[in-house]
């Protein structure tokens, strides 16, 4: 389906569905209605961004208070820590995660630990995090760190300022301080 009519501050999508904040900062939702994602987003609340996975989603509050929904309601059965406030989330095809205000990240999701297993990055400033399906990354001001179950190779450090980290299935990407791709 196609988007309503409008202008928007953040856009993410994954399988089938799209969701966006609007410059009203309501959040909508619209494709395939087959997944949670569609149907159980919230219609009330003032957002300003949002990250979804053909799961489930999150919207962040000018507060930083997540508003989470997926397949169990809440984000695949765990909500996020209560009364952790982030700057950023990412949802992945299991989890979600936040860089939280204290500087570290939080996941919750389904089961993290047979996806991710021991998800153990290390302490740092986040200022972003990325959620594959057997990773998560997280971006400092001078590195990103990754780890999680697969790829063995995405355990290894990315080295230098980073503008951007974004996963997917298969492996990372990050975008350097000049605007390379890497």
Known sequence: SQAPE????DVSAAGGATCAIDSEWALSCWGAIDYSVVVNAPTEGVFESVAISS???????????????????????????SGATYT????GYHACCGANTAGGVDCW?????????????????????AVGQGHICGRTASMVYCDGKE????????????????TTTEGTCVIDSLGDLD
Do not use: N
């Open 6 to 9: 409008g202008v928007y501050l």
């Open 55 to 81: 799961h489930g989603g999150c919207a962040l509050d000018a507060h930083g208070t997540p508003t989470c929904w997926g397949v169990y309601g809440s984000s695949w059965g765990d909500p996020p820590p």
């Open 88 to 91: 950023h989330v990412d949802c």
């Open 109 to 129: 999701g389904d089961d993290i630990e047979a996806y991710y297993g021991d998800v153990g990055l290390p302490d740092g400033e986040y200022l972003q995090v």
């Open 151 to 166: 790829p063995e190779w995405a355990k290894i450090p990315w080295k230098g300022e980073a503008r951007w980290v974004g």
